[in-house]
Structures are given as structure tokens and as C-alpha cells.
């Protein structure tokens, strides 16, 4: 035996340091031993009075190695003796190492359409889109809401909560969405998720199987891909025009889709707004074919110009609309709270399905946005970053117009970016490599699209986080670094 797992050293240790017993040293070696073959499966160990005698240590150290390895299945042990199991066999092992690899191999190829996502870099912030202005957060009367919460509901809301979010909240968001954004529900129907994302997985997990066809805007939100591309849906892109999601007359036939996504009030990126006569023949074709639109209205609540244009959800009754909103801009990323407004009668039959789905939580917080909205600190807070917003864009889109005149902009009716189109001898990825560099962050156009054209050159760049005496400086910047890229180009020719 000694030949097969080698002798025991008194004085061994670990890697920290510390001292190995012997019995460790024998688990480990004749663990080794059955792993690597050396000990095939079937074979007899000795009797613990032989291997002690043989390795120079007492048997009790055998009986308590071998009992170790009886425990973890390494070794039977009966009134015969003990022997290898066949589980560990090596051909067993090799098996497992050749399902390990083509498990591998597979997971790479479910990933595989996030590989060519260049990652963002770090610290990179002005003009990057998404972030609500963070300096300008309510935080004493955020504060107070926590510390009511705190002191009405402890400690039963350090328990589980319910799995579809605190009524207080649900009822909250309910009666905001009535007003303000036209949304036909009660809180029955509101499920409080952790952002739009979540709520994105959701649907997909609640409405669709694997293979399903899931339309999407093109170019479109790369979050809602990133959810149908785990949920292994089939992603068919559908261009977006000045009215927004366009939908060829066949594509209902050739390609019949469970989900469609889409974001009515202003298109992310582009920044359409889609138009009424779309709103209607997409909800009348999705009844028809059994299919479910999901509304992002992700920046809705910064309505810029004109009359609040209303949700898609709310223009006529029972709309097979699941309406997703999230707390990200309105509040602060980081709360991590979105929500999901679901069709009357999908919330009657998925209640039980989300009991084992969801597991609620973030009580505290919950309540105390509850209370926030109640107390009407919301509203206000929404109405002083409207105010704000409308300054900031407006600085955006004079430095544009002097900078990068003559500018094709985009939206800009609802939210914290605009869209600028670029000249097609300015690639939008090696200018956004460039302003990454000078901490930055706009970005390319390009990236949002699964087949990107001509058209979707450009850069998508945000206001809601960068002060509008900072705006200035940071468009020239881009457009200098735009300038040297067209000379570099020129040069090459
Ligand atoms: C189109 C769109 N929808 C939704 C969201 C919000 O996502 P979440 O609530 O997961 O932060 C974003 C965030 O950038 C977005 O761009």
C-alpha cells in the first residue's frame, strides 16, 4: 500500500503553515489514490491493524481515516472489509471530467451573445446616460421615511415578506400610475421586483419557453435582450423609426412572438415616441396572436415637452400589456426597486406561481418608499428634477448645436439623454474608447443594435447626473476627439 499512496510524514503542513495530522494526510492520500485510479473501484483496502503497522502509525488513525471515507462515499465498508465504490472508479471520474468540459463548452455558447459587449469602464461618469442626478436626492426626508418605517415595523419586517411586495407600496405605486401616467390598475396587480431587470426575468420566466421568439427594438435596450438571451428565446429585431417600433405587415406571420418589447414614451435609445396608430394595431395583433407586449416606461416620468403622453397600458381596457416601471431614475439606482404591473387576470392566476418564485424582502425600504410617495415627497422630488432635467438638456443641446453643428439630435421629449447622430467617418465605438479615456461616459449608438446600419452611429449621452456648467466643456471635449479621429481616418486614405 505504501508504494500506492506513499509514506506519512510526523512534521507535514499545511500550505499555511499549520501542522497536518496524520489522519489528514491519510484521507487526503488515499482519496488521491481513488480519484487518480491508483485504488480502481472494487479493490480491498487492508485491514486498518495491516495499513497501521505498514505506514508506522497507530490504527486508530486508520479506523478514523477510513470512516471518513465510508462517510463521504469514497469506501464501503461491511463484515468482508472495505472497499472502493464504484462511483469513484476512474472511468467515472473521467466521465465527469468530460461532462464538466461540454458543460462548459455549452454554458460559453448560452453566453456567447454578451462576448462582444466591450465592458464599461470604471469612474468614467459625466454624460453618461441612465444615472438620475445623485447629488440632488431628498436625503433628510428619504431619511425620515427610513426612520418611520423603522419604528413602525420592527421587528416583524426583519421577517420574510410577502413574495409580490409590501401592500402599502403596491397600493402607493398604484394610485401614482392612475394619475400620472394613465396606467389602469390596483395594487393587486402591482409585483414589486428589484428593478426593471428583474422584472424583464420575470415575464420571461412567467410567459415564455425555450425557443419562443421575443421581439425587440433595434436598435433597443441591451438589458432586455440580455433577459431573452438567458431565457433562450429567439431575439428577432425590429427597426425603430421616427414613430417608434416598426413593424413589418409578414413579420406577424413569419415570425409569430410571445414577447415584445418595447418602450412607448421615449424609445431607448433613439428617443421616439411611438405613435398612437402603433399602440393600437400592436395591442389589437398581440391579442390576436396571443402575445404580450411588455411596456419599459423607464423615463416617462420626465416628461420635457408638450402634454404627458400616457401609457400604452392604459389605452383601452384589458391591453395584453405587462407595464414595467422601475424607482432607478425617479429615486436612485441603488435602491434597487422596480415593479411590474400585471394584465388583471394574469395577477389573479399567477399569485401561488409567485409565492414559490419570489421570496419578497427589502422590507424596510419598501415601507419607507411607501410612506415617501404617500407623504408626497416623491412627487415633489419629481417635479424639482423635471425642473432640473429640462435646464441640463438644454445646456446639452446648445453645446451640441455650437460643437458639432450641424447636429442631428434625437429625442429629448421624455428623460436624461439625447441622441446625436454621427457622420459615418466617425466610428461611435473608437470615440467612445477615446472619451472613456477622459472619463466620459456617452455611449455608442452602435452597441444597441443586433445588426447595427449606418443609421445607428452615434452617441447616446446623458445629462441627468452632469451639471449644466460642466456640459460645455465636456461637449467640446468630445468634439475635439471627434475631429482627431476623422483626421486619422483621412490620413489612412
Ligand atoms: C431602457 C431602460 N429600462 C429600464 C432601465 C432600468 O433598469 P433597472 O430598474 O434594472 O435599474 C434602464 C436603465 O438604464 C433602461 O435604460
Not at 500550505?15 to 484521507?27: C, F, H, N, V, Y
Not at 446600419?453 to 452615434?458: A, L, P
Amino acid at each position: 500500500m505504501i508504494e500506492i499512496i506513499g509514506p506519512l510524514a510526523h512534521d507535514a503542513v499545511t500550505s499555511a503553515g499549520k501542522p497536518l495530522s496524520l489522519q489528514r494526510q491519510l484521507i487526503e492520500r488515499l482519496q488521491q489514490a481513488i480519484l487518480g485510479g491508483r485504488l480502481p473501484a472494487g479493490a480491498w483496502l487492508p485491514s486498518s491493524r495491516l495499513l497501521a503497522a505498514e505506514l508506522g502509525v497507530s490504527r486508530n488513525t486508520v479506523v478514523i481515516a477510513y470512516d471518513h471515507l465510508v462517510a463521504e462515499g469514497y469506501v464501503l465498508a461491511d463484515r468482508k472489509g472495505t472497499r472502493v465504490t464504484s462511483l469513484s472508479s476512474p472511468a467515472a471520474h473521467a466521465d465527469a471530467q468530460q461532462e464538466a468540459a461540454a458543460s462548459e463548452v455549452a454554458y460559453a455558447a448560452r453566453l456567447e451573445p454578451f462576448a462582444a459587449i466591450r465592458p464599461q469602464r470604471e469612474g468614467a461618469s459625466l454624460l453618461m446616460p441612465g444615472t438620475p442626478a445623485l447629488d440632488r436626492f431628498p436625503l433628510a426626508a428619504w431619511r425620515r421615511s427610513l426612520e418611520r418605517a423603522m419604528e413602525h415595523a420592527l421587528p416583524h419586517a426583519l421577517g420574510y415578506g410577502p413574495a409580490a411586495g409590501e401592500p402599502a407600496l403596491r397600493d402607493a405605486i398604484a394610485a401614482h400610475l392612475r394619475i400620472a401616467r394613465g396606467v389602469r390598475c390596483d395594487g393587486s396587480q402591482v409585483v414589486i421586483t428589484e428593478g426593471a431587470q428583474e422584472s424583464l426575468n420575470l415575464c420571461v420566466r412567467l410567459l415564455t419557453n425555450p425557443g419562443d421568439i421575443a421581439w425587440v427594438e433595434e436598435p433597443g435596450y441591451r438589458g432586455a435582450k440580455a433577459s431573452f438571451n438567458l431565457g433562450d428565446l429567439k431575439t428577432v429585431p425590429m427597426r425603430v423609426d421616427p414613430e417608434g417600433i416598426a413593424v413589418p405587415p409578414d413579420a406577424w406571420r413569419v415570425n409569430p412572438p410571445k414577447l415584445i418589447y418595447t418602450s412607448p414614451a421615449h424609445q431607448y435609445p433613439t428617443g421616439a415616441v411611438l405613435s398612437v396608430a402603433r399602440r393600437l394595431e400592436l395591442i389589437a395583433q398581440a391579442r390576436r396572436a396571443g402575445a404580450w407586449l411588455i411596456e419599459d416606461d423607464y423615463d416617462g416620468e420626465f416628461r420635457h415637452t408638450g402634454e404627458p403622453i400616457a401609457s400604452m397600458q392604459g389605452l383601452v381596457a384589458d391591453a395584453p400589456v405587462l407595464y414595467v416601471g422601475s424607482f432607478s431614475k425617479t429615486m436612485f439606482p441603488a435602491l434597487r426597486i422596480g415593479f411590474v404591473v400585471l394584465p388583471r387576470s394574469m395577477a389573479a392566476h399567477t399569485r401561488v406561481a409567485l409565492q414559490e418564485m419570489l421570496r419578497g424582502g427589502h422590507r424596510l425600504d419598501q415601507l419607507a418608499l411607501a410612506h415617501f410617495i404617500e407623504a408626497g415627497e416623491f412627487g415633489r422630488h419629481l417635479g424639482r428634477m423635471r425642473r432640473l432635467y429640462r435646464e441640463r438638456q438644454q445646456a446639452l443641446r446648445e453645446a451640441l448645436g455650437v460643437h458639432f453643428a450641424p447636429a442631428q439630435i434625437l429625442g429629448g421629449h421624455c428623460g436624461m439623454h439625447l441622441t446625436l447622430r454621427l457622420p459615418r467617418h466617425i466610428a461611435d465605438r473608437a470615440l467612445v474608447e477615446r472619451a472613456e479615456a477622459q472619463r466620459l461616459a456617452p455611449r455608442a449608438l452602435s452597441s444597441f443594435a443586433l445588426q447595427p446600419s449606418d443609421e445607428d452611429n452615434g452617441l447616446v449621452i446623458g445629462y441627468g447626473n452632469t451639471p449644466a456648467e460642466q456640459i460645455a466643456a465636456a461637449v467640446s471635449q468630445l468634439a475635439d476627439m471627434a475631429r482627431e479621429l476623422a483626421a486619422q481616418r483621412k490620413s489612412k486614405r
